[in-house]
T-cell receptor, first 114, second 110 residues
Framework: ETGVTQSPTHLIKTRGQQVTLRCSSQ?????VSWYQQALGQGPQFIFQ?????ENGRGNFPPRFSGLQFPNYSSELNVNALELDDSALYLC????WGLGSYEQYFGPGTRLTVT | RKEVEQDPGPFNVPEGATVAFNCTYS??????FFWYRQDCRKEPKLLMS???SGNEDGRFTAQLNRASQYISLLIRDSKLSDSATYLC???????????FGQGTTLQVKP
């Protein structure tokens, strides 16, 4: 087990609604990255948070936003949900700045938008 | 062209076989590479990190060829429990972004 936790496990939302997903990083890690994984595809990078600031962003619109808290946990917020937002959302925890770039994933939140 | 490309398979092999997966990447600035394993409807799990020319861990060997921008994963003596999707990952290093390939599916049969 990686020690990375995510909540909720599953979520069903309606198009146009807003959703908040949560992630707790592994003890000792200071960085959280968020990924979206559609069925049959590899995970796609959404953004990363380090020291409570965004440290890189993938090709996702501004309605995808995030936060990191002083305890290094993080939230992913998605506004104005679209059907294509249905996917597995993964957060990954890592220790940034010591030359090791390994990221450890939580179990994911499966989001269905109807 | 995708930044990281893998043959999606599936690769169907008998127990005990040796199987190799190949992966190419387009960003020559990529510093580090990883192989992750993902079971159906589960999260990716880190299998191996590749920071130099290669790495070996038991039955698993990864090799990196920077000149050809190519990474491989070799699995020897395949077990039923090796059945999964194997994700090739590049890390360009300027942000925390991991770039994943589509994944290669392996099915090991008795």
């Amino acid at each position: 087990e990686t020690g990375v936790t995510q909540s909720p496990t599953h979520l069903i939302k309606t198009r146009g609604q807003q959703v908040t997903l949560r992630c707790s990083s592994q003890s000792g890690h200071n960085t959280v990255s968020w990924y979206q994984q559609a069925l049959g595809q590899g995970p796609q990078f959404i953004f990363q948070y380090y020291r409570e600031e965004e440290n890189g962003r993938g090709n996702f619109p501004p309605r995808f936003s995030g936060l990191q808290f002083p305890n290094y946990s993080s939230e992913l917020n998605v506004n104005a949900l679209e059907l294509d937002d249905s996917a597995l959302y993964l957060c990954a925890s890592s220790l940034w700045g010591l030359g090791s770039y390994e990221q450890y994933f939580g179990p994911g939140t499966r989001l269905t938008v109807t | 062209r995708k930044e990281v490309e893998q043959d999606p398979g599936p690769f169907n092999v008998p127990e005990g076989a040796t199987v190799a997966f190949n992966c190419t990447y387009s960003n020559s600035a990529s510093q580090s590479f990883f192989w992750y394993r993902q079971d159906c409807r589960k999260e990716p799990k880190l299998l191996m990190s590749v920071y130099s020319s290669g790495n070996e861990d038991g039955r698993f060997t990864a090799q990196l060829n920077r000149a050809s921008q190519y990474i491989s994963l070799l699995i020897r003596d395949s077990k039923l429990s090796d059945s999964a999707t194997y994700l090739c990952v590049a890390f360009p290093g300027n942000t925390g972004k991991l770039i994943f390939g589509q994944g290669t599916t392996l099915q090991v049969k008795p």
